[in-house]
């Protein structure tokens, strides 16, 4: 039977029995209507999280609008490796919530989530979809110097000389926190991933060998390996 020209909604089949001597009965009718519907739900809005980096990365979220109480299935894929897939129902209110997606055997760079919704009956609509960087590798720093603008050498310093750790980073990081002889110093940067840290040498410092620190995270969050130095005071 070819209903494609009815509406969609409840619909109610009804029949008659007609005997050999022309008696017609009365109508029988489903008790119970059936439901057409033949439109397909819309795509989803998507929201992958982002940046994922290696803290992370085996608790990835997806999160999103969508049809209410319609079932979904996901994926995450690099476009390489095989997709990471999973289901499930969009909320009576209309959110979609998925979460502790792990995607450590995926490759570095973009990723792609996509849901894709299909109805109780059965009707299956267009992806929704985002993307996402992802990196796990910390940052790493180079060319690391101590030196001081005392008048007689820049290995040594006194009260009221500016100490100055000098560092480049491989790539973008955050503002690093940098420690001059167990104090905060102030940190600039100065282009690019050129960056320098200063304090200024006080009365009460130990004297002796200065030691500090560098503590560092890439944009994304991915702390580097802590730098300690020590030089002379």
Known sequence: IDVSSLSDGAITASATLTDAADNTSSAGTDATPS??????????????LDPINNGNKTAVTITGTGEASDNFTYSVTDGVNAAVT???SV????SIS?????????????LTASITLTDAAGNSGSAGSDTATKDVTGPTLSTV???SNNSN???LAKAGNIVTVSFISNETIQTPTVTIA???????NT???NWKADYQMANGDTSGTVLFTINFNDSVGNPGSEVSVTGDN
């Open 191 to 193: 282009g690019g991933n």
């Open 86 to 88: 999973g289901t499930g």
């Open 98 to 110: 998925v979460s502790g997606i792990n995607v450590s055997g995926l490759n570095e760079g973009t």
């Open 35 to 48: 439901i057409k519907d033949v439109v397909s739900p819309s795509a989803p809005a998507v929201t992958l």
């Open 91 to 94: 909320a009576g209110n209309g």
């Open 145 to 147: 110097s101590i030196s």
């Open 153 to 155: 050498s820049n290995t």
């Open 182 to 188: 167990g104090n905060t110093a102030s940190v600039s």
